[in-house]
DNA sequence: ACAACTTTGCAACAAAGTTGCAAAACATTG
DNA sequence: CAATGTTTTGCAACTTTGTTGCAAAGTTGT
C-alpha cells in the first residue's frame, strides 16, 4: 500500500532522508526502523514506546519497538525526555549528537491538555550556577503548561 | 527493636514531625508510614519505590509502598523528579506545597557517579521565555555532573 | 545471486504496577 | 478503655512493561 496522493512527493524526499540518518548510524535500512523513523519525522513532538505501538497500524513486534528506539538512542538519532510519569519519551536528536554522546541543550515543553512534548530548539538552556563542589555535565529543563494550540483552541 | 542510643533524642524529635505532617495530610498515622516518611527525613536526596523496599529492612509489602507514595504525592508530602530512566523519583515537598498543587521551584541534581539525586531549595529555577502562546505551569531543571562528595573522595 | 552478517519475531521469562477483597490496624466516640 | 465505624494493610490474581536466546527472514556487499 502506499501514501496518499498529496503525500507523494514528502514520502519520497523523506526515503531518501531515513535512509542516509539510518546509514550513517551504521544501522541497515529495514521496514520496521523506516517506519518508527517516518513517525518521528512526522510527529509534532515526542513519542513514547506505547505511542508507536499503537501509531505503527501493520504489524510491528513489541520487542523490535524496544531495539530499535534503544539502538536510535545508543546511535544518536533520539534522545531521551525526563518524564515524572513512568513513560520513557523519545525525540529526534539534532546534528550535535552523535554515537554515545548527546548534546541537547534545549528546552522540553510538555502540555498539560494535549500531552504533547515539544522540544523547543530555539530556546537555550540557561545557566545554572551549582553550590560549590558541584560540577555540571548536562541540563534538562523540562516546561508545562498550556501549549500554543490548546490555548487558542482546547483540545478535547 | 529501638533506635540507637544517639539517635534516640532526634528519634523523638522525629516521630513528633512525622505525626503531624501525616495529619496535616489527612491520613492516618500508621507504621508503615511512619517508616517511610522518615527513610525520606534521613535521606539525603530522593528515593525511587525500589530504594525504599531495600531500605526498608522490615517487612512491608510492595503494595504498601507503592500506595503510600501515591497518597504522599497526592497530599503534597513528597513530590515527583522527572528523570530518563524509568525509575520514578520521589523526594519531600516544602511548604508551599499542598494538596494537589506542586510548587517546587528549585533546582534538583542528580550525581553520576553515586546517583544520588539532590534537591538544592537554595537555587531558584531561572526563568525561561517562551514562544509565542505557550503558558508555562511549572519548571522542572534536572541537572546531572558530579556532586560535592564523588569529586572529592569518588565514591565505589 | 551468493555468502556473511544483521535484524526480526517467537517463546519464555522477569520486573513493575494495579485491583478487589477480607483481615488487621487506627481513630473516635461514650 | 472498650465498642464501633472507618481507613489501611496484605494477599492473590492479574495486567503491563521490558528483557533474553535462538532460529528464520531480511539486508548488504561483492
Chains 1, 2 share one sequence.
Do not use: W
Not at 41 to 61: N, R, T, V
Not at 103 to 110: G, S
Amino acid at each position: 500500500m502506499r501514501a496518499a496522493a498529496h503525500f507523494e512527493k514528502e514520502y519520497n524526499n523523506m526515503e531518501e532522508l531515513i535512509s542516509e540518518i539510518l546509514k550513517s548510524g551504521n544501522l541497515s535500512v529495514t521496514a520496521s526502523r523506516k517506519k518508527i523513523l517516518t513517525l518521528f519525522l512526522k510527529a509534532d513532538g515526542a513519542l513514547s514506546h506505547g505511542d508507536i505501538e499503537q501509531e505503527a497500524d501493520e504489524k510491528m513486534d513489541r520487542i523490535t519497538i524496544y531495539r530499535t528506539l534503544q539502538a536510535f538512542v545508543q546511535k544518536g538519532i533520539i534522545h531521551i525526555i525526563p518524564t515524572t510519569d513512568n513513560s520513557i519519551r523519545y525525540a529526534l536528536c539534532k546534528d550535535e549528537c552523535s554515537e554515545g554522546h548527546h548534546h541537547d541543550q534545549h528546552v522540553h515543553f510538555v502540555c498539560n491538555k494535549c500531552n504533547t512534548t515539544y522540544c523547543l530548539e530555539q530556546i537555550n538552556v540557561p545557566h545554572v550556577k551549582l553550590p560549590t563542589g558541584f560540577i555540571e555535565d548536562q541540563t534538562e529543563v523540562i516546561i508545562n503548561g498550556l501549549c500554543a494550540k490548546c490555548k487558542v483552541q482546547p483540545v478535547k
